[in-house]
């Protein structure tokens, strides 16, 4: 890489849990492969991004881990995310399915390992057994769950106390404040996925406007709204360097109390993916009586936490 190509320093802005210091903004590798993948994730390293998400079932850890080698990154800057699905967690000795993914990565440890889904096939105290013992192993650093509901969240909590993140969907119009409430005062860092419902988020008019206001693009706008709210991170997808630069700013500009008041009258409990093994999702059923009230999601105090 030549001397202009060298990575920037990282954005100085986390959110803390069980010892992990998660970037308030990551790159979501699903759906990239191969060069392509790699390719995005090592121009993600260069120009500041460090945290990084990935899955078994992505197919791209091997991408993943090949640009995480060829970037010139110190390792231990970047935080790496990966997550297991409940038949391949629960299958083999207890590491097993960890130590599958850190081949492919070719990493000797992650910074977070998760349970892809709650399911039925997701045994719950053998599922966090397995949880303690990555941790436990030093394999992962920290480890939580993906797509859990409050109820599921709390019964593995009472098993793993360690439990640090929750990868839920969430975006302006899936704003779960329930839940979000749950995980703050459970200490436990809500990692939002599909941060803009895929440009479903951008578009609704009152986002447009405060665009265009602040001379920021609509997607900045639906994803800045995520990084000014206590305990929450966000995991935005990209399939250019343009969108890639493009997201990362939104670390660079503020939204400020009023307009966060009125992003929160758009949600409407829309939930963008599903899987016919996904939990039933009581907190969806947001009352209508509390759509819309303004100052539900306090803006953070500092953004750094
Ligand atoms: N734990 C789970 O079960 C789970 C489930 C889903 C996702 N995830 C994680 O969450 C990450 C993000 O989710 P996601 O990629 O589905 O959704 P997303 O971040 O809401 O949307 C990403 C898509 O939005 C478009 N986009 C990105 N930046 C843009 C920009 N600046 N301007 C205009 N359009 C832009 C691109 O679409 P085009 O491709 O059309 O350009 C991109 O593929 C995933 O990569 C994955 O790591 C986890």
Same mark, same amino acid.
């Given at each position: 890489?030549?001397?202009?190509? /060298? ?22 590798? #699903?759906?990239?492969? $191969?060069? /392509?993948?790699?390719? +995005? ?8 991004? %460090? ?24 390792? $231990? ?6 997550? /297991? ?14 130590? %599958? ?32 013992? /990555? ?15 409050? #109820? ?57 406007? +405060? ?28 399939? #250019?360097?343009?969108?890639? %630069? ?23 409990? %829309? ?23 303004? $100052? ?10």
């Amino acid at each position: 890489m030549p001397a202009d190509r /060298a990575p920037r320093e990282p954005r100085a802005r986390f959110a803390h849990a069980h010892g992990v210091r998660l970037p308030l903004l990551g790159y979501g590798t #699903s759906r990239r492969r $191969g060069d /392509a993948c790699r390719l +995005l994730v090592e121009e993600a390293l260069r120009i500041g991004y %460090r945290l990084i998400d990935t899955a078994e079932v992505y197919d791209n850890e091997a991408a993943v881990g090949r640009a995480i080698a060829a970037s010139r990154v110190p390792r $231990g800057e970047i935080v790496l995310c990966t997550k /297991a699905h409940p038949q391949r967690l629960l299958a083999g000795a207890p590491t097993e399915a960890l130590e %599958r993914s850190l081949e492919r990565l070719r990493a000797p440890f992650v910074d977070l390992f998760l349970m892809h889904w709650p399911c039925a096939l997701a045994d719950l105290p053998r599922a966090m057994e397995r949880l303690a013992a /990555a941790r436990e192993s030093g394999l992962a650093r920290a480890v939580g769950l993906a797509n859990a509901p409050a #109820s599921f969240l709390s019964a593995a909590r009472s098993r793993l106390p360690e439990i640090a993140v929750d990868q839920v969907e969430r975006h302006l119009l899936l704003q779960q404040p329930r839940l979000v409430a749950t995980l703050r005062r459970s200490g436990v860092i809500l990692m939002a996925y599909r941060p803009t419902a895929r440009g479903a988020a951008a578009a609704p008019e009152p986002v447009r406007t +405060l665009a265009r206001t602040l001379g920021q693009s609509a997607h900045q706008i639906a994803l800045r709204w995520h990084l000014e709210q206590r305990g929450v991170v966000a995991i935005a997808g990209a399939s #250019s360097v343009e969108q890639l %630069r493009e997201n990362l700013a939104s670390l660079d500009f503020a939204l400020g109390a009023a307009a966060m008041a009125s992003l929160a009258t758009l949600d409407e409990g %829309r939930r963008t993916l599903s899987r016919d093994y996904a939990p039933d999702w009581p907190e969806d059923r947001v009352p209508p009586q509390a759509r819309g009230v303004r $100052g539900r999601h306090e803006p953070s105090a500092s953004p750094k936490e």
